[in-house]
Nanobody, 114 residues
């Protein structure tokens, strides 16, 4: 199973910033969508931010104005997280999709202390 490679995350105080990055292995081609989901303890996985290449970006209402998603070519994506809140604490998963297959990263922990 091909997996995306995530980095970043960690522990930060309320109001702090963190950045995440995600890269697709060279074997993955024709990526048309990439982004980030998160899952907090006891909750369902939810969309954080996503880029549809050639179309635009979408954000969850809870992160608008604080998080910024970007990409470097069609195989690397970043999530800049500012003004972090305790409710942002979760495991963050990178996501990329081709017309045929969806790929996920291994997940990285983001913890925001109050």
């Amino acid at each position: 199973q091909v997996q995306l490679v995530e980095s970043g995350g960690g522990l930060v105080q309320t109001g702090g910033s963190l950045s995440l990055s995600c890269a697709a292995p060279g074997s993955i081609a024709s990526i048309n969508r990439m982004g980030w989901y998160r899952q907090a303890p006891g909750k369902q996985r939810e969309l954080v931010a996503i880029i549809t290449i050639g179309v635009g970006t979408n954000y969850a209402d809870s992160v608008k104005g604080r998080f910024t998603i970007s990409r470097q070519n069609a195989k690397k994506t970043y999530l800049q997280m500012n003004s972090l809140k305790p409710e942002d604490t979760a495991i963050y998963y990178c996501y990329m999709r081709t017309p045929l297959v969806t790929y996920w990263g291994q997940g990285t922990q983001v913890t925001v202390s109050s």
